[in-house]
């Protein structure tokens, strides 16, 4: 039976006439029974009927969005299922210095640095230990900044979608390390998320609830949604037109999610080109023999496979290829490749080949290309509003939107219209904007598709906003 919900003056009504359906003679209008029963008592009964009507209400997802978070976690336990919590983003900090040091010099693991936000900044740690050889001082020296540089793997100290910093955010050097004077990050951090929502738990419950398989792609793409570091997961079948590859029985995953880790790997050298064992592969760091570090775009180029069936998978064939010039390796010389691999892919693939998680399809986890995007428009601001502080709320609700976005969700203008119109002070925005488009593409104005194994992501500092 539905519990119904009644208001007080509904109470009072049905109390009223329980006492005269008892005695009639009762007076319930004026009174000490009105004033010392019938008032206080509809006021305590209207509280627990509020309260049993919300537990009632509360035990369907159907009504997910009046649940507070503590409710529908306790509701979600029922299935084993547990809110995701946020994820830290990662990236790559050059720590610099304006000579070079005459003995080596290491920056140590978990080596704090932060963005320039005095009020409140965002801390990175180092999730390697490096070392700043002496004896190949030169191979370190950036001649465009005339200084000396090592770049270094952070991730963020706190999970949040705030972790994800725009190219030159990080600049504050916060460990005292020694030599190194100047910090700095030349590519955006990423993959930083805050904790699940409401809607996005309740979308996973249903989903467990209705009982899907693993084997549908529903099921697929849930359990790879489960796994820790896992923001989004998309399933391209044989019957997809994505799908490259012919063997049978073929399903790739393209997942949101990245753990890029710097491994080593030694060769032979003998002048062939080097497939590197890691895959799929961020970038190259550096090839150095027992005599000296060869130089990229010198002796060496780094050719990331992003064209092949197994493109950013544990099976892409990113490798080394060496020029043709006379200051290479002698032949049959050691030398030491250091490169950066992304783990979750790594990860997630022996996952899914393990005996427990056999699944009926051979599976292929691939990392998701990224589609940066460029965006310039015009807006009003009334004239009781700081023109320079609304142009930020803009820039910040545009980077938040688009960086929160999922696997093949477009960028569309009437999206940003939308959030754009919620900050107060702006007037209107003016439509089509003057360039809204894939980073590097010439110009454009047209809504960007994105395909389901892409998402799409924006720097700050690829937005631009002007206000009349």
């Known amino acids: 039976m539905a519990v119904l919900k009644y208001t007080r003056e509904e109470i009072i009504a049905r109390l009223k006439k329980a006492i005269q359906d008892y005695d009639s003679n009762v007076d319930v209008d004026y009174g000490p029974v009105k004033d010392l029963v019938i008032d206080p008592m509809s006021e305590e009964l209207r509280l627990v009927n509020d309260n049993i009507y919300h537990v009632h209400r509360i035990q369907s997802l159907l009504n997910s969005t009046e649940m507070d978070s503590e409710e529908l976690d306790r509701l979600a336990y029922n299935w084993q299922i547990v809110r995701k919590g946020g994820t830290r983003a990662s990236g790559t900090v050059w720590f610099q210095c304006s000579s070079p040091p005459l003995l080596d010099m290491e920056i140590p693991l978990n080596t704090v640095v932060s963005t320039s936000n005095n009020t409140n900044p965002i801390k990175f740690v180092t999730t390697e230990v490096k070392v700043f050889k002496a004896s190949y001082a030169a191979s370190y020296k950036n001649v465009a900044e005339d200084v000396y540089e090592l770049p270094v793997s952070v991730r963020a100290l706190n999970p949040g979608l705030n972790t994800n910093v725009a190219a030159g955010s990080i600049s504050v050097l916060s460990s005292n390390v020694s030599y190194f004077t100047n910090v700095v990050n030349k590519e955006v951090t990423a993959g930083g998320t805050d904790s699940e929502t409401n809607a996005q738990l309740t979308q996973r419950l249903l989903m467990a609830l209705m009982g899907i398989e693993r084997a549908t792609v529903q099921g697929l793409e849930l359990w790879f949604e489960e796994q820790d570091g896992v923001i989004d997961a998309s399933v391209i079948d044989a019957q997809d037109p994505l799908m490259t590859r012919s063997e049978s029985g073929a399903v790739d995953v393209a997942i949101i999610g990245t753990d890029y880790i710097e491994t080593q790997q030694i060769e032979v050298f003998n002048r062939l080109s080097i497939i590197l064992e890691k895959q799929p592969v961020k970038s ?178 690829k937005i631009e906003v002007w206000s009349s």
């Open 284 to 461: 190259v760091i550096s090839i150095i023999s027992s005599i000296k570090e060869y130089k990229e775009g010198v002796e060496w180029v780094f050719v990331q496979d992003t064209t092949s069936d197994y493109a950013k998978s544990t099976r892409a064939l990113s490798k080394i290829e060496w020029r043709n010039i006379d200051t290479l390796p002698a032949m049959g010389e050691s030398v030491t490749i250091t490169y950066q691999y992304d783990k979750k892919v790594e990860d997630l693939q022996e996952l899914v080949e393990e005996d427990d998680n056999r699944f009926l399809a051979d599976i292929l986890v691939k990392s998701a290309d990224q589609i940066s995007i460029e965006v310039a428009l015009r807006i009003k601001v009334y004239s009781n509003f700081s023109q320079p502080n609304i142009r930020q709320s803009v820039k910040d609700v545009i980077y938040s939107f688009i960086n929160t976005l999922k696997l093949g969700e477009d960028v569309e203008q009437s999206d940003l219209v939308f959030e754009i119109r919620k900050i107060a002070g702006v007037d209107n925005v003016e439509l089509p904007f003057i360039q809204l488009k894939i980073d590097g593409s010439g110009t454009g104005t047209s809504d960007i598709v994105i395909r389901k194994d892409q998402f799409a992501r924006i720097q700050s500092s």
